[in-house]
């Protein structure tokens, strides 16, 4: 990920740009031409995006070079600390899954996300492994227009230059993890999620698709229900399927219409990317209350830097009847999330609480975290402007950025249906 160092004006800071800069914004049609030119599809832009009138904010989000580095070393430290021993067999005790073993795979696009408000660390609020977004993101990031002096030096240089390269290195690295035998090739990648023409993020499957295409891979996108597990292979339509791009929800392959892509996965026959146990290591929310605590993270034999680096993550603990009176009690500065939850499904401020949902929460899985209040970026509405909150996804593969992207909204999350919201790119000075 390579982000112009310039800053765009010596007295200029990114707080300031986030509440006054408006000169920075989307090049509609620029975009609309890439997009096209990507797909191969005339109407791309006008069925796919312009029907998703909140997918992209017209601004763009200025962090500090601090606000990268504190977000890198919590993302190296996770990294590092998942790989100990001490955690994966803390994890393995609690999920099976975990407990089934790694086959080599790193996992593509990663998502850490974060709230970053002005004067303090990044807080990491959630670990995403199947991480949505990053290809729409590029194509937002290089359809920007500036138009004044101050921010027109960060629209120069190679920003995203190595984006696609990146994205075609990471698949290959996949498939020759799980894969020793050099001999062994990339060919042919299904994209699978359950009904994909009817995700909110359809259109990047299909630039995904395009870009994976145009360095000569058979891709196909799919249904999980498609898949048959046929002569020791996954196929599609008869075809054998060497790699699995999954943006499934089914994060352990429990569904029915997962079957023969779970019993692919589970026999090595295939490359799951990410995969159950990417989760079971990485995203389960169970795994924020082990990675915010230090005593734990020293029973797993994290170093001291590793635990320094953590110390900032928000507090996080299980829900159960054993502290259910207490959480209640201090419910205004914590955030409740279900255990399996995505996408900002049934998670509910505490000051926000009745007592119904409490407990709806006490008789289901949940974690509650230290509430991290998000930054928040000016958009112009009718001529006035108006605060969005804000929340910044860094996307990585082993630990390295691959894109940082921002989405704006209101309400208790993201949500795709904020005027002036959706996806903003982040330009660091």
Known sequence: MKHSRTPAAPSVTASTLNQSCFCIGLDTARLAKAMVLASGDDRFFAEQVETRPHLFSSVAVFLSGADRAGMLAIVQAIEAVTALPGYRATVAARDPVAAAGDLGPAGVFMGYDFHLVDGEPPRLIEINTNAG????????????????????????????????????????????????????????????????????????????????????????????????????????????????????????LAAPQSASLKAAWAQGSVVVTPNPFHHALMADKRNLVLLSDPHALAACGASPGMIAALAVLPRTEPVTSANAEGLWAGRKSLFFKPVSGYGGKAVYRGDKLTRSVWNDILAADYVAQALAPPGERQVMIDGLPQARKMDVRLFTYGGEPLLAAARLYQGQTTNFRTPGGGFAPVYFI
């Open 133 to 252: 977004g990053a290809f729409l993101n590029a194509f937002s990031a290089r359809a920007q227009a500036a138009c004044c002096e101050a921010v027109e030096p960060l629209m120069r240089g190679s920003y995203l230059a190595g984006f696609d390269a990146a994205v075609i290195a990471m698949f290959e690295a996949e498939h020759r993890l799980q894969r020793s035998d050099p001999a062994a090739r990339l060919h042919r990648i299904a994209i699978v999620d359950d009904r994909p023409q009817d995700q909110y993020l359809y259109p990047e499957f299909i630039l995904a698709r395009s870009l994976l295409e145009a360095h000569g891979y058979d891709v196909v996108i799919c249904d999980p229900a498609e898949l048959t597990f046929e002569d020791d292979r996954l196929r599609h339509g008869g075809l054998a399927i060497d790699l699995v791009y999954n943006r499934l929800v089914d994060f352990t």
